[in-house]
């Protein structure tokens, strides 16, 4: 009995991410085309807490997530001559695996926190009712400009993390196995990497909106204390971060 709530509590809560983010998305439209100064100013907002913001984060994390890649390919290729094979599976796996989960985990820790803390606040402060009694729509108003930003920033960061990885590998791999820097260009650029980038980029951008859809079901649960807002923050985070692992194993069987 207690299994069966719990997978009617589960797919309640998907089925009010998915409603929550397709009424968002519809909804955002017409006041940005409108020049609704208000949906302006909450779109660059949002660009910048869920855009420009995170990058620098995001780019040392891919940084260094590259280095310790690198360093332990170096020490690899030292005791077999295959640079071929090895980097270009380090490439893919790097590309297609590692980065869109380091891009997803950041989501979960930023986007699904960020919203579920501001839902949250608001909803105590009764500023969503507020809202509505003006007789606006809060979801598009609250969740249209970060959903928009959300999915404008997801290829964005996951190019830039891809960059900032591979320079992270580059380093090690030449002074350690002594590769040439044009072997190691040769394989980053090429078509399988592309490839691998664009299955990096499509598994980001799932991650994404899986994080936005967590944090803004959890947001939409009323709260009546302050304590609360900080309880849903933590709720927020540890079922983000269980949705995009969970939608990442998923997704490598399938493949």
Not at 148 to 163: K, N, R, T, W
């Amino acid at each position: 009995m207690a299994v069966t709530t719990r997978i009617t509590g589960a797919l309640r809560a998907i089925g009010t991410g998915a409603w929550l983010i397709a009424r968002a998305l519809t909804g955002v439209w017409s006041p940005l085309w409108t020049g609704d100064p208000l949906a302006e100013a909450g779109m660059a907002q949002a660009l910048g807490r869920f855009a420009w913001g995170p990058l620098p984060t995001l780019m040392a994390l891919a940084g260094l997530t590259g280095l310790i890649a690198g360093v332990s390919v170096g020490r690899l290729l030292q005791a077999y001559d295959a640079p071929l094979l090895v980097l270009g599976t380090l490439d893919a796996v790097l590309l297609r695996d590692v980065l869109p989960l380091v891009v997803g985990v950041f989501a979960s820790g930023s986007v699904s926190v960020d919203l579920s803390s501001q839902l949250g606040a608001m909803s105590l402060a009764r500023e969503i009712d507020a809202i509505e009694a003006m007789g606006h729509d809060p979801v598009p108003r609250l969740l249209g400009p970060p959903l928009l930003a959300v999915l404008l920033a997801s290829p964005v960061h996951m190019l830039a993390v891809a960059i900032a990885a591979i320079a992270g590998t580059m380093i090690p791999i030449h002074l350690a196995a002594h590769v040439a820097w044009r072997e190691i260009a040769a394989i980053a650029l090429s078509g399988a990497a592309g490839h691998a980038l664009l299955t990096g980029m499509a598994k980001a951008l799932l991650f994404a909106v899986i994080a936005f859809g967590v944090g803004a079901t959890v947001g939409a649960v009323p709260v009546r204390v302050a304590s609360g807002i900080g309880r849903h923050a933590a709720r927020a985070f540890v079922i983000g971060l269980l949705a995009i692992f969970f939608a990442a194993a998923l997704w490598a069987t399938l493949a």
